[in-house]
């Protein structure tokens, strides 16, 4: 059974940086593909990065257009923990932020996720 357990979210002012954390646990979690989802409400929730295990080159990654070249994410092969470093906030990045773990295709796709984190909310002003 995999845990996963987020933090680091919060309020920020448009234009500024936040960086979340994801403390994972359990057998097995350095062969599982790892991402960041978010949901806002009233919409679906979104794939925003996936990064693949550390035994593949350290993790290869993938990132959603809206976010590209503003948000990065990474895993620590000692631990396991899963990161996002967010910088540049606009607005529209408002949501809840959720770890997620899975053994499947390594994609931003939410069915492809077996375990899930109860989430960290970031919330960006104008």
């Known amino acids: 059974q995999v845990q996963l357990m987020e933090s680091g979210g919060g309020s920020v002012q448009a234009g500024g940086s936040l960086t979340l954390s994801c403390a994972a646990s359990?057998?097995?979690?350095?062969?599982?593909?790892m991402a960041w989802f978010r949901q806002a409400p009233g919409k679906e929730r979104e794939g925003v990065a996936s990064i693949t295990t550390v035994a593949s080159n350290g993790g290869n990654t993938r990132y959603t257009d809206s976010i590209k070249g503003r948000f990065t994410i990474s895993r620590n092969k000692t631990d396991n923990t899963l990161y996002l470093q967010m910088t540049n906030l606009k607005p529209e990045d408002t949501a809840m932020y959720y770890c997620a773990a899975g053994r499947s295709w390594c994609s931003l796709s939410t069915s492809h996720y077996a375990y899930w984190g109860q989430g960290t909310q970031v919330s960006v002003s104008r």
């Open positions: 359990g057998y097995g979690v350095a062969s599982y593909c």
